[in-house]
């Protein structure tokens, strides 16, 4: 969840790497939060726990998501192009298990009234999908 982006601009989640990625979800912010699901895979690994899947970026140990931001998720006109890094450490083998849905939220606006960018600090909820997440 990106909470309260500035409005106007568009947020995607990135899905792939390298030359061949694409933003998908896109959506055009309203000042109001935004929210993007993906389902990455989960691997038991020695430090506890690991991602994987085409939303999953970064080395083992420090594993992230990329959410695209303006042209960079390809909206014409606007000379906002950034990406935001939501890092995945934090999340637990604890937090995991089936049926349960971790939200993460980042702040959507930077100091300086444009879109949040670069490494983000996220906050985990946890809820399960019986009870709406």
Do not use: N, W
């Not at 906002?80 to 049926?99: C, D, F, N, V, Y």
């Amino acid at each position: 969840m990106i909470v309260q982006p500035p409005p106007g601009i568009d947020f995607g989640v990135q899905k792939g790497r390298g030359s061949s990625y694409e933003t998908v979800q896109t959506q055009r912010s309203t000042g109001a939060d935004l929210t993007f699901e993906i389902e990455p895979t989960i691997k038991a690994s020695a430090d506890g726990v690991d991602f994987a899947g085409p939303f999953v970026h970064g080395p083992r140990g420090g594993r992230f998501v990329y959410i695209d931001i303006g042209a960079s998720a390809g909206q014409a006109g606007t000379f906002i192009r950034r990406r935001m890094k939501i890092p995945l450490a934090g999340i637990t083998s604890e937090m995991t298990g089936s049926g349960r849905v971790i939200e993460v939220r980042v702040g959507g606006t930077g100091k300086d009234g444009t879109p949040a960018c670069a490494t983000v600090k996220p906050s985990f909820v946890l809820g399960d999908r019986a009870h709406g997440g």
